[in-house]
């Protein structure tokens, strides 16, 4: 049975940066749910696939020296540990992680135009469809099987994981395998990272849910790895029951006890989880009146989706933010979906203007925080809802 837990009020497209803004802009519903039974968290009101991943959907993968070190990592350890014939990403972007191969072993499906087109001049071979059975059946039919699939931040984003796990059981071979990576549920209860949700996170991952689910695919979780990125994520690592060959590691039931050490099993976790996200709310809108009180001029740093859904839930605007700056090609000169804040090209000059910068991209802290370090040793302070609403 799936229970209601937190609301995060209505919401804007996240990934739709306006080129004006519009004070009409459709916003839906950002309800969060839990189910007992399968333990999986999702959001409740589904907007189609088409609408969300379009041909010009803003989101680049290799936007960070961050996100580019862990797939250039990753596509080491793939390579040593897997050594795989075929490898095929769903979700592969503009190509952050398959740009790492050699461009006859890899296979990417992004079904974004704009982005798959990235990596098509590049030779790779990327299909821009959706990932489904219809497409699992042509690659099939085409490459046979397949030894290693991988997937970042994508199935969690798809409504119907039945028909995601259905497809990739259609095209993996026998002892393929598959990794899956998503940002972790228990970081996010643990830092309070309730950005997390926006209405194409329609899932958010545990260990516990992603078990439960694979039971029904006679698939199994092999090892886990814990992430940094994006504020904290676990990769899966997953192989099919019938193959004896591959031994769990322990990491697996020490993710999962940790887990449910922390409650994730259980209702009352959430309920105590939308009690801390509106006193997140109440406190780092104090932090940002008390700034404009004091006349003083606060910048978002990185126009993150995860911005969109603080932004709208603590209804934030132009008068606490007055604009947001971020690298992002098809982000600069728009506006945060749903507020009249507009998104400025980033130049390391523009900072000397403001007092005070919020991380909307919190989850690169490191990498940002260490990039302005003249400006921060000249006064700017960076604020930061995570874990909680301070100034760092
Ligand atoms: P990210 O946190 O990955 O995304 P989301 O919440 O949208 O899934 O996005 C990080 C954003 O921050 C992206 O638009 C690029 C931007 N950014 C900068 O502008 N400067 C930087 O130094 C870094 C690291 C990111």
Known sequence: MKKFFLDLGLQPLANKYLKEFKSNQIKYKLKIYFDTKSKLVSISKRIPSKIMFDAKYPYRSSMSNTMRKSFKDLASEIKKRFNPRILLEIGSNDGALILNFNKNNVIGVEPCKNLAKITKKKNYKTYDNYWNFELSKKIKKKFKSIDLI???NTLTHISDLNNVFKSINHVLSKKGILIIEDPSLLECIKKNSYDQFYNEHIYLFSAISVKNLLKNY????????????????????????????IKKTRQVNKQIHKEKQYGLNKFETYKKFSKNVFKSKNNLLKILNKIKKE??????????????TILNFCNINK??????????????????????????????SMLKNYHYAFLGAWNFKKEILNKEKKHIKKGLRFITHVPQPQIL
């Open 150 to 152: 991988y997937s970042a």
């Open 218 to 245: 006679n698939l199994e979780i092999f090892d886990i790895k814990n992430l940094s990125t994006h504020g904290g994520s676990l990769r899966y690592y997953i192989k099919r029951k019938s193959n004896k060959l």
């Open 295 to 308: 006349r003083k001029k606060i910048i978002g740093y990185g126009a993150t989706a995860k911005a969109v």
């Open 319 to 348: 008068d606490l933010i007055s604009s947001f700056i971020d690298i992002t090609p098809e982000k600069i000169n728009h506006y945060m979906p749903g507020k009249n804040i507009k998104i400025l090209k980033y130049n390391k």
